[in-house]
């Protein structure tokens, strides 16, 4: 898949140092791989869910989530937002 952009990730890590191992790894397995479907995505990332449009990755055991918009067909994924796990309790994303 080709994510765009990686630079929220490094963003992220630098302000949550806790995640920037997790986060590495997500960026490299879904940079490695091609989804055609959720269902494939799933396999590798079983705790991934879909919320509307999105896709929201539990990352580093739950302490941050991240949002993406996946294009299956382009095989492109789209980084909206990573959030603590409490800034994505509090839904604001969903606006």
């Given at each position: ?29 879904v ?22 449009k999105?896709?929201?990755f ?38």
């Amino acid at each position: 898949m080709h994510v765009i952009t990686r630079r929220r990730l490094l963003e992220f890590a630098r302000e949550h140092p806790d995640c920037s191992s997790a986060l590495d790894s997500w960026y490299r397995i879904v940079k490695n791989t091609s989804f055609d479907t959720f269902m494939q995505l799933r396999q590798t990332f079983p705790t991934a869910d879909r919320v509307g449009k999105l896709t929201v990755f539990n990352i580093g055991g739950n302490k941050a989530r991240l949002i993406a918009a996946i294009h299956y067909s382009t095989h492109r994924l789209y980084i909206r937002r990573i959030l603590t796990h409490a800034e994505y309790d509090t839904e604001d994303w969903k606006e």
